[in-house]
């Protein structure tokens, strides 16, 4: 019985759907938090208020839970500082040959153009009446959503430079 063997090619394993996942990631993280902001202003109104108003534990659940809401927008910063991070060390790590330039660049494209529909349809959510006070309550998030294509644009762009301009046996 022969035992069949599939190699894994280790060069390049930073692809394409890699970069999908990471600008949907982004996408996801930063909806579920204006959803979440939204379900917890209703709730912390409900806390506040009418039955728990005079209870101290709804008061410090509240404020608990507001500073919680008030570090997401720091959060989704840092989490796109750290996936630039991340991708700036695993370029330097991947050995390239300038022949595969084409390939990056319609990959390139393809982000920018995912990442300029991403970024519109998410403006368009941000600027509806249900989210208005979410996005005055993120403004770091709201920033790097509606600018993500030239925040791909740059990561990008830093990243084929490295890709590509490195010398010969330099790792």
Known sequence: ???SYIPINK???FGADNLVMIVMGLFVFALMMFIGH???VDV????AGGFFQDSDDAQEIVESGNNLMNGFDLLFAMLL?????????SVYFIESHPIFLGISLVIFFMMIL???IISDVFVDI???PDFSNQTASFPMTTFIMSNLMFFLIIMGGISAIMLYAKAK???
């Open 126 to 128: 941000s600027n509806s």
């Open 44 to 47: 912390s109104d409900d806390l």
């Open 1 to 3: 019985m022969k035992k």
């Open 81 to 89: 500082v750290l996936i630039f991070v991340g991708l700036i060390a």
């Open 169 to 171: 046996g330099f790792i």
């Open 11 to 13: 060069k390049g394993s």
């Open 114 to 116: 995912l990442g300029a």
């Open 38 to 40: 939204k379900v917890w």
